[in-house]
């Protein structure tokens, strides 16, 4: 299963960013679809999932800032962040994850994010 992410760059603290991961159809629907973020010198942490029936989870640093979804007509998962801080810089990792068969876990290749001060 491969998964490309996009959407990464620069924007100042207060900003607005969307990220976008595009993977195929058959495994997008039946899978849990996530957001991860590494800052530099610090583990990979989970930013927000969303299941196959929607539902979603967030980390407590976004709550309230970031919105993930998922259209699995378009086989793509977004992230919206807005509200950014600086504390929000790293690089951002799509996952689908799938524990039953057929199970899975794949990983996007990475955007940065960048938020200035």
């Known amino acids: 299963v491969q998964l490309q992410a996009s959407g990464g760059g620069l924007a100042q603290a207060g900003g607005s960013l969307r990220l976008s991961c595009a993977g195929p159809r058959s495994a997008f629907s039946i899978a849990i679809l996530a957001w991860y973020r590494q800052a530099p010198g610090k583990q990979r942490e989970l930013v927000a999932r969303v299941t196959p029936d929607d539902n979603t989870a967030y980390a407590d640093s976004v709550k309230g800032r970031f919105t993930i979804s998922r259209d699995n007509m378009k086989n793509t998962m977004y992230l919206q962040m807005n509200s950014l801080k600086p504390e929000d810089t790293g690089v951002y990792f799509c996952?689908?994850?799938?524990?039953?068969?057929?199970?899975?876990?794949?990983w996007g290749q990475g955007t940065q994010v960048t938020v200035s001060s």
């Open positions: 996952n689908a994850d799938r524990r039953t068969w057929p199970a899975f876990s794949s």
